[in-house]
């Protein structure tokens, strides 16, 4: 096959296009996946399936795939491509669940926040007849569930591919290929190292949110109702990331244990020199810590890793009308 097309912004190639995809797990990410394959022609089929009946009869709703099944074994029969999308604690169990039915010479992958574990978990079940090849997307909303997802969620983010000494070059190629064609710049990294690149960047971000969050929460001398009026002032943006699903949080926290311990020890001897220059009143080291990390907001930008616009982007609503004894 010898064909290109651009869908959603993005150039698709034949090395993306699996005859037969199946997604376990069809949350904000399996959901997305699903709606840009079909949306960008990844696969001539995709068969889905979720451990919820919930979820899988709202899929059928959405048209999320061609065929849903019922189980995770049923799922993955014939299929060229399995990406399972569960918490980071379920991936051990699915791999059980559909060890026995995989195709030979299918690709296996994941999406888990964290890697190490995860390889661990499902290697101990998966035969050598596949290529595993395990992979996590950097992108998300605050949002879970099948409803959640859409097409274009990958568009322009990374994906950190953590293969296997025993993975194959081309298995490693298609899947890139194909998270490629789903708009995603793709990278290759060991599982040890993703997991502490993404423990500063992404599990510690969260821990503080969950932090700080849950503080004002408890707070005395300061009112649950002022503490929600006054929010525009930071606490809102920590809410946004302290909103995201308890289960999957749970499961990072439990998995990369001691990445995040390690981030969060250089995190508290920052935290101690800056509560330092607070008592000490001093300003210039104060000043010199906030101009540096000004630079790396203004780093992401560069790199379009976010929008440049003001707040986020918020709208913000007109000016109050004018009073009639106001007019000049
Ligand atoms: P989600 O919206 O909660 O969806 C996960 C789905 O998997 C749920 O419907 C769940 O059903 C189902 N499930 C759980 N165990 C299962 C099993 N053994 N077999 C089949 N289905 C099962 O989660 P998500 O946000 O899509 O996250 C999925 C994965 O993506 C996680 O590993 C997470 O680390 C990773 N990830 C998430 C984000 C993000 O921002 N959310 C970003 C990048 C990567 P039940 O509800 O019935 O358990």
Redesign the pocket.
């Known amino acids: 096959m010898n064909w290109q097309l651009e869908v959603l912004g993005t150039q698709v190639n034949a090395s993306s296009f699996f005859p037969r995809v199946a997604i376990?797990?069809?949350?904000?990410?399996?959901s997305s996946i699903a709606r840009g394959t079909i949306a960008l022609g990844l696969a001539g089929e995709v068969v889905a399936?979720?451990?919820?009946a919930d979820?899988r009869q709202r899929a059928q709703e959405l048209g999320l795939a061609h065929r849903i099944t019922d189980t995770?074994a049923e799922a993955v029969q014939d299929a060229d491509l399995v990406i399972a999308?569960?918490?980071?604690g379920?991936y051990g169990?699915?791999a059980k669940?559909i060890a026995s039915h995989l195709k030979s010479g299918a690709i296996v992958s994941?999406?888990?926040?964290?890697k190490a574990a995860v390889l661990k978990d499902m290697a101990a079940h998966l035969p050598d007849t596949i290529d595993f090849i395990p992979a996590?997307?950097?992108?998300?909303?605050e949002h879970?569930?099948p409803d959640?997802g859409f097409a274009e969620l990958f568009v322009n983010r990374w994906c950190i591919l953590t293969p296997s000494e025993a993975a194959s070059p081309d298995g490693i190629e298609r899947l890139k290929a194909f998270w490629q064609a789903l708009g995603a710049n793709v990278e290759t990294m060991t599982a040890e190292h993703h997991d502490l690149v993404l423990a500063i960047t992404s599990h510690l971000p969260h821990l503080i949110a969950y932090t700080i969050v849950g503080t004002a929460e408890e707070l005395e001398g300061v009112t649950e109702s002022e503490v929600l009026k006054f929010s525009a002032g930071g606490f809102r943006d920590f809410t946004r990331i302290a909103a995201?699903?308890p289960?999957?949080w749970r499961?990072?926290f439990l998995n990369n244990k001691d990445a995040v311990l390690e981030m969060l020890g250089e995190f508290q001897e920052d935290l101690s020199k800056l509560t330092r220059a607070i008592r000490r009143g001093d300003g210039d080291a104060l000043f010199e810590h906030f101009s540096r990390t000004r630079a790396i907001r203004r780093g992401i930008l560069s790199i379009g890793q976010d929008a440049a616009s003001p707040d986020f982007g918020r709208p913000h609503q007109g000016l109050p009308p004018k009073g009639e004894d106001d007019k000049p």
Do not use: E, F, K, R
């Open positions: 376990i797990g069809l949350g904000l990410i399996g399936t979720d451990g919820s979820v995770n999308c569960v918490p980071v379920a169990a699915v669940d994941d999406v888990g926040s964290v996590h997307p950097v992108a998300g909303t879970s569930g959640a995201s699903d289960t999957m499961d990072v």
